[in-house]
């Protein structure tokens, strides 16, 4: 109980951080970037880290939760907080509807299932016209995602996640992760454990999409690829599986990094002022040539933790110990010991 009020409070103090922070226009963006990306890779760890299930097709609920707020707000003229609760709804119908014959499915072939249903669910909104107006997009979106609106929503859900964590569900997704034979011999239902952690996922994930909508005012198909899912996974692993504080310090430092290499020029007014002006240009065009190869430099960067660190950002603590292991003197053993 402590624990958990402990976590709370540091829940609370962060989403009051986030809020308040005297930022610039442009930095208030990138928050607003943070605190969706964190909601959505809550959900996808929730089903990845905690149930061994992995996804490729969690940005088709991003999808629906966006083109649901986006059509509420826009042609029905409905409030944007019904709206972003009606997307992240609609994306647990449709996530009960898929995982009843597709959970049954183990290992690589659920994930080859969920890129097929999430390309199906993008190749639909790109094609019926008459609602999403297809693949030119869907624009004309009310701008109601603000840092306030996000950090609020970030805050709300990280408490209702991490205290869902060390419930009972909690410790039956993991039972289900490391043995299912054995959970199942506990008396866990491990199957309804697996579509209760998918509905949670797909309704923070259309959560995530709605409050994108609002941000960027304008949605098109494209934004919820393939491409958009792998990330999501990648930013879980890059994390920690079943660390859900690792992953949400993976999306922050994902988030902020490709960021960074999309706009290097933001850099300049945090770059020290005894560094020469020749130096911060040059480090400035430096940045703005990498940008170029951002996507391979994600990349390398997911293969060298996966490589390097096999537990993700939640290994840096063993590895820490280890390597001040290393350098630790060792103690003598005396000579009770020894005679014992």
């Given at each position: 109980m402590r624990k958990s009020l402990l976590s709370n409070a540091a829940f609370v103090l962060l989403g009051l951080f986030l809020a308040f922070l005297p930022l610039s226009g442009y930095q208030e963006g990138i928050v607003v970037l943070l605190c969706i990306?964190?909601?959505?890779?809550?959900?996808?760890?929730?089903?990845?880290?905690?149930?061994?299930?992995?996804?490729?097709?969690?940005?088709?609920?991003?999808?629906?939760g966006a083109y649901t707020?986006?059509?509420?707000?826009?042609?029905?003229?409905?409030?944007?907080?019904?709206?972003?609760?009606?997307?992240?709804?609609?994306?647990?119908?449709?996530?009960?509807?898929?995982?009843?014959?597709?959970?049954?499915l183990t290992g690589d072939y659920y994930a080859i299932a969920s890129i097929g249903l999430g390309e199906a669910i993008r190749l639909i909104l790109e094609n019926w016209q008459s609602l999403t107006k297809g693949a030119r997009g869907f624009p004309g979106i009310a701008s109601y995602t603000g840092r306030g609106v996000a950090a609020a929503l970030f805050t709300a859900l990280g408490i209702a996640m991490f205290n869902l964590i060390g419930s009972r569900l909690g410790r039956?997704?993991?039972?289900?992760?490391?043995?299912?034979?054995?959970?199942?011999?506990?008396?866990?239902?491990?199957?309804?454990?697996?579509?209760?952690?998918l509905l949670i996922s797909a309704f923070y994930c259309g959560i995530s999409g709605a409050l994108l909508a609002g941000y960027m005012t304008f949605i098109q198909p494209s934004m919820f690829d393939m491409m958009k899912s792998t990330e999501l996974t990648a930013v879980v692993v890059f994390g920690g599986l079943g660390s859900m504080?690792?992953?949400?310090?993976?999306?922050?430092?994902?988030?902020?990094?490709?960021?960074?290499?999309?706009?290097?020029?933001?850099?300049?007014?945090?770059?020290?002022?005894?560094?020469?002006?020749?130096?911060?240009?040059?480090?400035?065009?430096?940045?703005?040539?990498?940008?170029?190869?951002?996507?391979?430099?994600?990349?390398?960067?997911?293969?060298?933790?996966?490589?390097?660190?096999?537990?993700?950002?939640q290994g840096l603590w063993s590895l820490a110990a280890k390597v001040f292991s290393w350098f630790a003197p060792s103690r003598p053993s005396s000579k009770k010991e020894g005679a014992r």
């Open positions: 990306n964190c909601v959505a890779a809550m959900g996808v760890s929730i089903l990845t880290g905690f149930t061994g299930i992995f996804t490729l097709g969690h940005a088709a609920y991003m999808a629906l707020a986006a059509i509420m707000t826009a042609r029905w003229g409905i409030h944007w907080f019904p709206s972003i609760a009606t997307g992240g709804s609609i994306a647990v119908v449709v996530a009960w509807l898929i995982g009843m014959p597709t959970l049954r039956e997704l993991k039972a289900s992760r490391d043995d299912p034979v054995a959970a199942s011999l506990m008396g866990f239902n491990t199957t309804a454990s697996r579509m209760k952690a504080s690792g992953t949400l310090l993976g999306a922050a430092i994902i988030t902020l990094a490709m960021e960074l290499f999309r706009n290097a020029s933001g850099i300049v007014p945090y770059i020290p002022s005894f560094i020469s002006p020749k130096w911060t240009e040059a480090l400035v065009d430096f940045l703005t040539n990498l940008s170029q190869y951002r996507m391979l430099l994600y990349g390398l960067l997911l293969v060298g933790v996966m490589v390097l660190l096999p537990e993700g950002l």
